[in-house]
């Protein structure tokens, strides 16, 4: 059971746009915490794609945003290509077990 | 470019020690101002933050397995390691090094992960 809680799954058709929400509480999220988000492909180490709740590293294409509000968070990705086809994680910090969480994870398939 | 690798065996007996060491290229883990984190991701599951070490030695750990991890490092060889203690096949995971370049204790930063490590736990 994550802390933070992710669907399983999304989907989209190449082009459209898709959102993964992310929902914490009161002691990660709710309490300020940036949220963060990461991709990756099977066999493959995470990779971040949005810090401090909405920014782009240098690389990240600007189809790839994030936004939050009280204590949920989502990223949205527009446009979508074959290749975003991975699993998206999100991630915070909670105090009330002092440690970095993640959420469960999110599968998103391109039809 | 900040590089991480980590290395140690890949098969650990049940309630045994596990022990991993990440080596630092491209970067100082002495100067840079930086966490240097162990995460690990069970085979089809999530990533799970095992704890970190900061350039000035300070740790945190995750409390589910604060009772059993120590995180350390040797700064003479630019690397970091992690020692987790009385193991199950529950530990069975790919085990990542990372860097955690916040500067703010309101945010992460994890920038720069190694390739991760498959570590089985079996007799």
């Known amino acids: 059971q994550s802390v933070l809680t992710q669907p399983p799954s999304v989907s989209g058709a190449p082009g459209q746009r898709v959102t993964i929400s992310c929902t914490g509480s009161s002691p990660n999220i709710g309490a300020g915490y940036d949220v963060q988000w990461f991709q990756q492909h099977p066999g493959r180490a995470p990779k971040l794609l949005i810090y401090?709740?909405?920014y782009r590293p240098s690389g990240v294409p600007d189809r790839f945003s994030g936004s939050k509000s009280g204590t949920s968070a989502s990223l949205a990705i527009t446009g979508l290509q074959a290749e975003d086809e991975a699993d998206y994680y999100c991630q915070s910090y909670d105090n009330s077990v002092s440690a970095v969480v993640f959420g469960g994870g999110t599968k998103l398939t391109v039809l | 470019q900040v590089q991480l690798q980590e290395s140690g065996p890949g098969l650990v007996k049940p309630s045994q020690t596990l022990s991993l060491t990440c080596t630092v290229s491209?970067?100082?883990?002495?100067?840079?101002?930086?966490?240097w984190s162990w995460i690990r991701q069970p085979a089809g599951k999530g990533l799970e933050w095992i704890g970190r070490i900061y350039t000035s030695g300070n740790t945190d750990y995750n409390p589910s397995l604060r009772n059993r991890v120590t995180i350390s490092m040797d700064t003479s060889k630019n690397q970091f390691s992690l020692r987790l203690t009385s193991v199950t096949a529950a530990d069975t995971a790919v085990y990542y090094c990372?860097?955690?370049?916040?500067?703010?204790?309101?945010?992460?930063?994890?920038?720069?992960w190694g390739q991760g490590t498959l570590v089985t736990v079996s007799s």
């Open positions: 401090g709740d909405n």
């Open positions: 990372a860097r955690d370049s916040t500067s703010s204790s309101w945010s992460n930063h994890f920038d720069y």
């Open positions: 491209g970067g100082s883990i002495r100067s840079d101002k930086s966490y």
